[in-house]
């Protein structure tokens, strides 16, 4: 994230909001906010692919249809034998299957799920009707997806924002990911007009104001506390009068958690966080924050286990005969956002669920003064060695642009999949929710949730007991060495998931008894 400083008497940057479907475009009004923002923070996307940190590839040479289908026979054995290789990357069927949509006979009907990134695709409709009929999944038909954009887009060019581009495959993984779990709800595209906390407030307004969603996802977020100084205390609180309001008008917003854990600064993804914390707006205690899992899914796209999301990496070393660092010392790279807020007191809502000493005790062992927000509410697939195949039109590794499919994770994967899902609720409850949480937390020890532990993926899981571990195999590179990647899953660093609450999954995954819970 970017620290920036400005001044803005209001939000009418986005005072104009154009309106397309199809070839049908007209413009509407977005009324400025009474909310004076001091300074504000550039946002950034919660989504990884797969092939995080090698660019010259777009997917792994060898991968596995489903967890567990295939081991990786060329590397080194680890953690006391030979590993799964990487899913290709689920797909919606799978993802639907697993957690108990396709059970359930609901995809959404009658629901509108809105979502809010940066930027706008141009190719967004093309490449998500592409993608469904690559799969044999239900093409958007005309008028189920539409797109609400600003006439201008901010900071394309001066380093304050990631570019359009990195913002359209985050585009892609949310529509799809949405489509994929509610087939039949209504998607409405609201793009800000950058990652600016401006924009992407004057953004969610146009949501509220608009009343044009009863559901609301965003895969994105900052970190509060950087080492260029402290979020201002006004826009936090100006984005939570916003989502309380929009709570109370029948409006359900959801937040990615972060994608770095408790935002260690001693990890490679915490650049500039100032001390752990949790990431915001994911912590404001009128959102649903949203965070994340490995999910194996067996060969019949049952649901087989899940651990809490977090990933130490090890390489292939040049002779192909071990693993640098050995196998159970690899890198930190990635996890579920989660951890208790520093800034926000504890919601009702979580007080009877919540382990007093997790509410307690802040993110760096010191104890808090009072009981405070954890995050994450819910959890589910986030982990990119789990996760969704997703089709975008992008740079491609030789350098031309165009249609191509790639596995992508992050809490940005995980929110969009849980809009969807409370789409299909949404149509079995036949209201809208509104503030969500109260109700979720309702739900505590029923069997609506998961409840996700540390170690083990299930009976596909080649050695219980023994650390989850999986390999992405990229092939021989063109030196001629064989490049390949261990990853040790179930590891999240400062948090950990356990019996009940936890500050990795929340209240745990969606169930297969999920759905029916809101009849």
């Known amino acids: 994230m970017v620290r920036r400083s400005t001044w803005a008497a209001s939000l009418a940057t986005a005072a104009l909001i154009a309106v397309s479907q199809g070839a049908v475009s007209e413009t509407s009004s977005a009324p400025a906010t009474p909310q004076h923002i001091a300074r504000h923070l550039a946002m950034h996307t919660n989504h990884i692919q797969l092939t995080d940190g090698d660019t010259d590839t777009i997917g792994p040479q060898k991968c596995s249809g489903y967890y567990g289908e295939h081991t990786a026979r060329t590397v080194p054995n680890a953690f006391g034998g030979r590993n799964p290789l990487a899913v290709c990357g689920y797909t919606p069927e799978q993802l639907r299957d697993a ?16 979502i809010v990134d940066a930027y706008a695709s141009p190719t967004m409709l093309a490449d998500a009707n ?19 954009t600003p006439p201008a887009y901010h900071h394309l060019t001066d380093g304050e924002c990631e570019t359009p581009s990195s913002w359209a495959v985050e585009e892609a993984l949310d529509v799809e990911a949405v489509h994929a779990m509610a087939p039949q709800a209504d998607i409405v595209y609201v793009a800000a007009a950058s990652c600016d906390d401006t924009d992407l407030m004057a953004a969610l307004q146009s949501v509220v104001d608009g009343r044009l969603a009863t559901i609301v996802s965003n895969s994105w977020g900052g970190i509060p506390h950087s080492t260029y100084g402290d979020e201002d205390a006004a826009t936090m609180a100006g984005y939570s009068a916003l989502f309380q309001r929009g709570g109370q008008q029948g409006i359900s917003f959801l937040f990615a958690t972060g994608d770095c854990g408790a935002e260690d600064p001693s990890a490679q993804c915490a650049t500039g966080s100032a001390r752990p914390q949790t990431e915001y707006p994911a912590e404001d205690p009128w959102v649903t924050a949203v965070g994340g899992t490995s999910l194996a899914i067996g060969s019949w796209d049952q649901y087989v286990g899940e651990v809490g999301w977090g990933d130490r990496r090890s390489s292939l070393a040049p002779d192909g005969s071990t693993w640098a660092p050995a196998a159970g010392n690899g890198q930190w790279r990635f996890g579920s956002g989660g951890g208790t807020s520093e800034d926000i007191p504890q919601p009702d809502y979580q007080a009877a669920v919540v382990p007093p000493a997790l509410a307690t005790t802040q993110l760096d062992g010191k104890p808090a003064a009072q009981p405070m927000r954890v995050v994450p509410d819910v959890a589910m697939d986030a982990d990119p060695v789990t996760g969704f195949l997703t089709g975008v039109t992008q740079k491609l590794p030789n350098g031309s642009v165009g249609y191509a499919e790639s596995t992508i994770g992050g809490t940005s994967l995980a929110t969009p999949l849980f809009a969807g899902v409370m789409a299909d609720a949404e149509q079995a409850a036949g209201h809208p929710f509104g503030f969500l949480n109260p109700a979720l937390y309702g739900l505590a020890a029923t069997g609506a949730f998961h409840d996700v532990g540390p170690l083990t993926l299930g009976a596909d899981s080649p050695r219980p007991g023994t650390p989850p571990a999986t390999v992405v195999d990229l092939g021989v590179d063109g030196k001629g060495v064989h490049q390949a990647r261990l990853y040790q899953l179930g590891d999240d660093g400062l948090l950990s998931t356990g019996v009940g609450y936890d500050d990795v999954t929340g209240l745990g995954s969606p169930s297969r008894s999920y759905l029916r819970s809101w009849r």
């Not at 993608?131 to 609400?148: I, K």
């Open 99 to 114: 957690y108990g949509v396709t059970q359930s006979l609901k995809r959404g009907k009658g629901v509108t799920v809105a």
């Open 130 to 148: 592409r993608y469904a009929m690559n799969h044999d999944e239900r093409l958007l038909r005309p008028g189920q997806y539409r797109e609400v």
